[in-house]
Each structure stands twice: as C-alpha cells, then as structure tokens.
C-alpha cells in the first residue's frame, strides 16, 4: 500500500507546543461506531464509557533521555537515549559534532561521564565511565521533547510530559494519550464501575519517526520491551468473557495488548519484546475501543489509526480536528474512537 496513502496536509499552527494546565481540558473527537463526529472534551469522556469496561493503562515513566555533553575539543555532542542495554551501557543516537567519535570520551558537567563505543545502523554504543548510565540521565538529563516541539524543555515539561501514574522508569518519549488523565478520571471510573488496569511498555524514540519506505509493507517497526501481569490479563479475559470493552488509553496499550494476543490467544501473563506493526487488513483480538492523540502524517501511528478505524473515516477525522482547530501531537487534543468487536477494516 502507498505510504502517500497516509498522508495529510497538517499547519504548523496545530502543532501543540505546550502543555494544558489543566490535562483533562484537551478537546475530545468522539468517533462513534454510528454517529457523526462530535466534539467534546477529555473530562467528559466517561460519558463514553459503560459499567463493565475495563481501561488499560501504561505506567512506564519517561526518563530524561536528552543529554548535552562535549568533547575534549570541546565541540558539542547531544545523546538522545534510545534503551539502557545493562547498568553501564545504553543504545543511543547523537547529533551535533559526531565525527570521530568512536573510542573518545565525552564531557558532562566538566567530568568524563560516558565513552562511545561503537556505531552500528545509525545508533551508538555507550558506555559509563563511573556510575551507571540511568544515574548520569537522573542527574543531568533533559526532558525528550519530540522534535516537532520546537523550544528547549522547561521546568514544567518535567511534570507535564510525564502521566501522573507512571512508576516504571524505561520511556524515552511519553505514551500521550496518557497525559490527559487525571485523579478524577479515576474517582469517576470507580464511581461509575468501569474497571482499570495497568501494563508497561516502554516506548522508544522510533515512536515518532516518520516511514521511509514508499510502500509500507516495507517498512520495519522498532522494538520495544512490555511487560503484562496475570492482574491486568484476567481483567482483559472477564471483559471478553462478559461482553465488556478493552478500552486502550493509547496506541502504546493496543500495541501491547494485540502483541500479547499473538503470543498467547489465552492471554495469560507475559514480558518481552514486540515489534508489531499494525496496517489496514489487521485482525484485531483485543481492543475495543482506542484513546489516542492526534499523530504525524506518514507515520506508522497514524498507519495504525487507520487501521483501527478505517482509512477513510481517519482522513475525514483528521480533517474535521483541523477544520475545529484541533492541537495535534504530544501536547495536543485526543480522539476517542469505537470498533464493533471482530470488525476489520
């Protein structure tokens, strides 16, 4: 299938660059499975949902991946962490004055903080000179805002550009459908008898990086480590079983759960890596309903909302948001988006 299939005009103007004071003030695209689109807001969204439903979560936590060191020539070199491979050592990307650097030590806060080792398809190799390398990130890193956020990361990105009920440290970019759920979300679930669970799946930069290929079956997915408990499992295996919903807050959580069915249809616990990749044609087992932000054009998330909820009904949704001035991305507004059980698309 072309890849320029999944493309749309998007103004630079609906590119989010800041987070909401308030998260759960974000507009709401509700797509219904028989109804017109219909504007609402994040804060409402339990009008949606139905005693029974069980929302799944993911609780991974964005360390800050973005480190600014130097050489001894004192030319600058940033790292943008892509996964921690052991204590000492990490998978990364650099940009800035990357020549001949293999071999060579970089500079953080005037101290050699981390050799590079190697390079291999785009990615380096480094390791920690004293330390580990999640200590060096705790202390001097950044906040990874994505790049289309054009601004350097401020104070309040370190609370905003995280979920309030991430616990597990591994992200390198934040699963931002996520980012506008609140306390009262949970208060309301709980009220209302929908049911919550939780998984991880840390997420890594290629999250956000566009397809190359002009055919998109030609493109190769990254790989990403998530971890499901028998808790969460039972809680997806009695929703089948009673004719509740699996309600995904975000791409991240359907990827995981879809991956988990593949492995095991009985969806019994797992932890390991995935890297599916969902395209028009794909069976989904698990996912009822999908939250998700608003993504980049000729990306294989948008690929994956067309998937999710047909080609032509996303291009026409992505069109209505821009028209009703939709904030797009990370820090943007967020789409709910239903599926008939067993319907593909």
Do not use: W
Not at 194 to 200: A, P, Q, R, S, W
Not at 207 to 229: A, C, G, L, V
Request: aromatic share 10%; net charge positive; proline share 5%.
């Amino acid at each position: 299938m072309d890849l320029t299939k999944f493309d749309f005009e998007l103004p630079t103007e609906q590119i989010a660059q800041f987070p909401k004071t308030d998260r759960a003030s974000s507009k709401l695209l509700v797509i219904s499975k028989n109804e017109p689109f219909y504007v609402s807001k994040f804060l409402r969204i339990m009008k949606y949902l139905r005693p029974n439903d069980v929302v799944i979560l993911n609780d991974t936590k964005v360390i800050p991946a973005r480190l600014m060191t130097k050489k001894k020539s004192g030319g600058r070199v940033e790292i943008f962490l892509e996964r921690i491979i052991n204590p000492t050592r990490a998978r990364v990307r650099l940009g800035g004055n990357i020549k001949n650097l293999i071999g060579k030590s970089l500079i953080v806060d005037e101290e050699e903080k981390v050799e590079v080792v190697s390079e291999e398809g785009g990615f380096y190799l480094i390791e920690a000179l004293s330390g580990s390398i999640l200590e060096i990130l705790l202390q001097f890193g950044q906040v990874p805002l994505p790049p289309y956020i054009k601004r350097k990361p401020k104070k309040r990105d370190e609370e905003f550009y995280q979920t309030i009920y991430g616990t597990k440290l591994g992200a390198v970019a934040a699963p931002t459908a996520g980012l506008h759920i609140t306390e009262r979300f949970f208060e309301e679930c709980k009220k209302n008898r929908v049911k919550i669970g939780f998984l991880t799946l840390h997420v890594a930069s290629g999250t956000y990086q566009p397809i190359k290929t002009n055919n998109i079956e030609d493109h190769h997915m990254h790989s990403e480590y998530f971890d499901i408990s028998e808790k969460t499992c039972k809680l997806v295996r009695d929703a089948r079983q009673t004719g509740g919903r699996v309600v995904a807050i975000g791409t991240t959580v359907l990827r995981a759960l879809e991956s988990l069915y593949l492995y095991n249809p009985k969806l019994l616990p797992f932890k390991g890596e995935t890297d599916i990749y969902i395209k028009p044609g794909f069976d989904f087992c698990v996912v009822d309903t999908l939250v998700t932000n608003f993504h980049l054009p000729k990306s294989s998330l948008f690929v994956l909302a067309c998937a999710f909820g047909g080609i032509e009904r996303m291009k026409q949704a992505y069109a209505f948001a821009l028209n009703q001035d939709f904030k797009f991305f990370s820090y943007g507004d967020a789409m709910y988006i239903e599926r008939k059980r067993g319907e593909r698309v």
